[in-house]
Every structure is written in C-alpha cells, then in structure tokens.
C-alpha cells in the first residue's frame, strides 16, 4: 500500500512539471539586421513549437528557426576479427645418411708392349707460300683514275674516281656532280679524227687534210689556227687527221701548243711544247706547277704531271690540252694502219671562251655565232662538215683565211659574254649521230 502511494506522489509530480513547463510561455525575437528593413518593422516574432526557448530569427527569411541538431555520431568500428594462426610446420625427418661407395679396385699393371722396329723418314717439304698478286692499279689495267681539283666544292674537292668505260685513259671529274666525265664529250671539245662538239651541242667530224692549217675560231679578239697531222688510207678518199698543234692570236701576242712526233709512247714523258711570242715556256713536270706572264694575266698550269696543261687568258679563253698517242686498239677498231715509227701523238683539246661576238666564224667557232644553223647531216653514223676552202690558212699563225675576223681588239658590239659550256643542257650518246644541247 506504500509503494502504491508512493508511484503516485510520483506520477503527480511529473504530472506537475509538464503543466508547469507548459505553461512557460514561447520565447519571442526579433531582425535587427540593417539590411532587412522590411523584416524589422514586422516586430517580435514567436518561437515555433520545436524550439520555443532556443529559436533564433532569420532576417532573410523573415521568420524564426529552430537551431539545426548536430548529426548523431558515427557508430564505432566493430572490432578486428582475430585471425587465426597459422598451423605449426610439420617437423620433416632427415634425409638418410648416404651409402658408402665401394672404391675401385686398383688397375692391373699391363706388361709394356715389345718395341717396335724404328725406321727413319725424310721429313715432307714445307709446304709453298701462296702469292696473291696485287690488283691492278689504274693505270696498269688501261683505265686511269681523275679527282676534282676545285677547291669551291669541299665535298668532291681530292675525291678520286676511275675513268668511265668510254673514256678510260682520259677523263676528268665533273666537282658539281662529282662524278667522272668523258673530256671529249662536252660542247667545246675538238678530239680524235678530229671530232668536234659545238658551242650549239651539235657533233659533227671535220677532216680537213694532212700536213695543212685551219682556222678554228676566228672573232675579232681571238684566232686560233689548228695544224693537221695525218695518213692516207688507199681505200678511201680523204685522210685520216688529227691536230697537232694550236696557233694561238690574242691582242699582239702569240701562243704555240704542240704535241710532239714520237714513235713509241711512254705516258711519263712529257710530249708537250709551250712558246709564248716565240720564246719557250718551261713547266716543272709536277701536277699543279703553274707558270704566270709577267703581267700575270696568262697562266699555263699543269693539270697531271706530264702531257697535260690549262691555259688560260684572262677575260678571254681558257683551254685544256692533252698530247695522247694512237693506240693499237685503235689502229684496229677504226683501220688507221699506224706503224712502230709513228705513234701519231697529237692534241685532245677542250675550249671555253669569255667573250665572243655574235659574228664569230671558224670551224668551232660559227657554232657560237647568233644565228648559226648547223650544216651537219644529222641522223648519219658520222656528220661531216665540210667548208675546207673557207677555213684554210697559209700557215699557223696567219689570219688570211676567208672567214678571217681578227683585228687584235675586243669588240665589245654584238658580243655573247661569258658563253660557256655550263650554260647549256644537252643530251645523247657517245660516238652518236648528235649531241643536242640548248641555250
């Protein structure tokens, strides 16, 4: 009966406190922020019933909230799972002693066999050494080797190359391509029985006659009279020619280059003679030796150690000059008939000029001239040009042929300047009907 009235005193006093705590009234707020004027004249405002003692005003709102509850805790890791150990390794027992190898039994000792009867041999000869000959150098297989000697390409300049198949005894290397190339077979070039390549590309072979003087170019700053060496051959009716010699007029000088008569050829001998207004001009035979006029604008160079040479005026020409024999293989191929006494040495020669006139004449020279048309028959195994009469001279150094222009001066009217075979693209075959070229 205690404990009842008890629990019910009790319950009347809670019962007391809820009506009490009910009857304490909301708490009442109000903006009093500057910047809500609109809220701050809306007065007090209550608390909501969530929060009636702990509200705070929002000025923003206009309206009073409740203050927001802080998120519950975060409920504890639950607790490591214990691992469980490992089970104890398994204790292996030891491997069993090894087994005791028998040791071999010792070897028999063998009786020694009889000794055999000695008898004595010759040792055998040592064997032979084997010679392997050399390979044959250029110059002794026939087909010689040339380099570039222009030190304005560094790439090319000294780089040393075998002659082609069609030139292997003559040949020189063209620096800008650095690639060999056939003397004979640029425009300007005057080779052979004597095959000539024209300032217009055009190839053609102009005989002339044995024992006589042609003019090769004639302008009114140059003349140059070529020599003719030659033999008949009984079954034709003109003569096999080569030129042996240059008669050279430039200003009021004279120039002489000649190869001389030899029987049997020998490379390493010089064949060249060289005069200057009569006077004999010396060369040491060594490639590169260059001898200069004492006005320095004539020079004579050696371009190999003998029978080769650059000349060279000064604004007006230069000239390469090479003395080469007829050889037997040639004598063969082309029936020349040469014998033991005569090699017929001669000059394989290549031209380039600086200036020249539009009405430049001769052999060579009309092919440089403005409006030449080439008379060579075209479409033939060999193009001969004829004119023999036009181009006659009385001597190598006379101007009396009939297309004679030399009056020792440049004419600087109706002049070409600076023609050189560089200018011209040309294209065919060696030894062909025609090598075209064009300006």
């Not at 705590?21 to 707020?29: I, Q, R, T, W």
């Not at 009073?64 to 214990?82: E, G, I, L, N, T």
């Not at 102009?206 to 170019?217: A, N, Q, S, T």
């Not at 009939?402 to 030894?431: K, M, P, V």
Request: glycine letters at 8%; hydrophobic letters at 30%.
């Amino acid at each position: 009966m205690a404990k009842l009235t008890a629990r019910l005193g009790m319950f009347l006093v809670l019962l007391l406190f809820v009506v009490a705590a009910e009857a304490v009234p909301a708490k009442k707020v109000r903006c009093t922020d500057p910047a809500y004027p609109d809220c701050i004249s809306d007065g007090l405002f209550t608390c909501p019933s969530g929060c009636p003692q702990t509200c705070t005003m929002s000025c923003d709102r206009c309206a009073p909230v409740c203050p927001r509850s802080p998120p519950p805790p975060a409920p504890p890791p639950p607790p490591p799972r214990k691992q469980k150990s490992p089970p104890p390794p398994k204790k292996r027992s030891p491997p069993p002693p090894p087994r005791k190898q028998k040791s071999p039994p010792p070897p028999k000792k063998k009786s020694p066999p009889p000794p055999s009867p000695h008898y004595s041999y010759p040792p055998p000869p040592p064997p032979a050494p084997m010679v392997v000959p050399p390979p044959p150098s250029g110059d002794v297989s026939g087909q010689k080797r040339a380099r570039c000697k222009n030190k304005n390409y560094p790439l090319c300049y000294g780089v040393e190359l075998s002659c082609p198949a069609g030139c292997p005894t003559q040949c020189e290397v063209d620096c800008t391509t650095c690639s060999p190339v056939c003397s004979c077979d640029r425009p300007g070039a005057v080779c052979q029985d004597p095959r000539f390549i024209g300032g217009d590309g055009v190839t053609f072979y102009f005989h002339g006659k044995k024992d006589r003087d042609f003019c090769l170019v004639s302008d009114s700053n140059i003349h140059i009279n070529a020599h003719f060496i030659g033999r008949r051959n009984q079954d034709m009716k003109r003569d096999f020619t080569w030129v042996q010699s240059l008669g050279i007029l430039f200003g009021k000088h004279q120039l002489f280059i000649g190869a001389k008569k030899t029987s049997t050829w020998d490379d390493s001998v010089d064949r060249l003679s060289i005069a200057l207004d009569g006077q004999s001009v010396y060369l040491p035979e060594a490639e590169g030796e260059k001898w200069q006029s004492a006005s320095s604008d004539i020079s004579i160079t050696r371009w190999r150690d003998t029978n080769a040479v650059e000349i060279e005026v000064e604004g007006n020409f230069k000239i390469k000059a090479v003395v080469v024999p007829l050889t037997d293989r040639d004598s063969l191929i082309h029936n020349y008939g040469i014998t033991q006494e005569n090699c017929y040495a001669h000059l394989d020669l290549s031209f380039k000029f600086y200036w020249l006139s539009d009405e430049v004449t001769g052999v060579l020279g009309q092919t440089y001239a403005k409006n030449y048309v080439s008379r060579a028959k075209m479409g033939v195994a060999m193009p001969v040009l004829g004119g023999e009469r036009e181009f006659t001279s009385s001597g190598l150094f006379a101007t009396d042929c009939a297309a004679a222009r030399f009056i020792g001066e440049l004419s600087l009217s109706n002049s070409t300047g600076n023609f050189q075979y560089g200018d011209l693209n040309c294209s065919g075959g060696e030894d062909g009907p025609g090598v075209v070229c064009k300006r």
